[in-house]
């Protein structure tokens, strides 16, 4: 089963944070639902490209403010490139996982995104990987939309890669 980083924002979205563990699980539940037998391991690269492209933030429990969160875990919430869409069957998650609503403290999700924004754009404008520059321009843009953060600096260098 083919699931976008937008299907997987949207699962996150439904519970309003996962770790990669319970999301994984998500899709396979999903998918055997839809095609067949998958292991939640099989949905390991879509998560990943997901994060990568800002679909999805991985923050720690601070953020996850409702009390019940493993403290240790790295949780999973809907990111500023992400226009979550649940894919069919997804209604009915709720009552098949053992996973309660959670709650996210959207200011700590956007100080964790603009942190993780600042480094990879320094990392890319070091690097001189103008792919990864351009991309980070556009997420720069929405990250602002998204979160009450200032990135006109980060911009700056980014656009001096270009050059």
């Known amino acids: 089963m083919d699931v976008t980083a937008d299907e997987l924002a949207g699962l996150v979205d439904l519970f309003g944070a996962l770790t990669r563990e319970e999301l994984q699980a998500a899709a396979a539940e999903l998918a055997f639902k839809a095609d067949g037998?998958?292991?939640?391991?099989?949905?390991?690269?879509?998560v990943d490209d997901a994060i990568h492209?800002?679909?999805?933030?991985?923050?720690?429990?601070?953020?996850?403010?409702?009390g019940s969160v493993d403290g240790d875990a790295t949780?999973?919430?809907?990111?500023?490139?992400?226009?979550p869409d649940l894919p069919d069957g997804a209604?009915?998650?709720p009552h098949i996982m053992d996973v309660d609503q959670r709650t996210v403290d959207r200011a700590a999700v956007g100080r964790?995104?603009?942190?993780?924004?600042?480094?990879?754009?320094a990392t890319a404008?070091?690097?001189?990987?103008?792919?990864r520059v351009e991309d980070l321009l556009d997420?720069?843009?929405?990250?602002e939309a998204?979160?009450?953060v200032d990135l006109a600096a980060a911009r700056e260098r980014l656009d001096a890669a270009l050059e």
């Open 139 to 143: 997420v720069s843009y929405e990250l």
């Open 125 to 131: 404008a070091e690097s001189g990987d103008a792919e």
């Open 146 to 148: 998204w979160a009450p």
């Open 112 to 121: 964790a995104a603009e942190e993780r924004f600042r480094g990879e754009a």
């Open 37 to 46: 037998d998958f292991e939640p391991t099989a949905f390991a690269d879509d």
């Open 53 to 66: 492209s800002y679909h999805l933030l991985a923050v720690d429990a601070a953020a996850v403010d409702d």
């Open 91 to 93: 209604g009915d998650l």
């Open 75 to 83: 949780w999973l919430v809907a990111g500023p490139l992400a226009f």
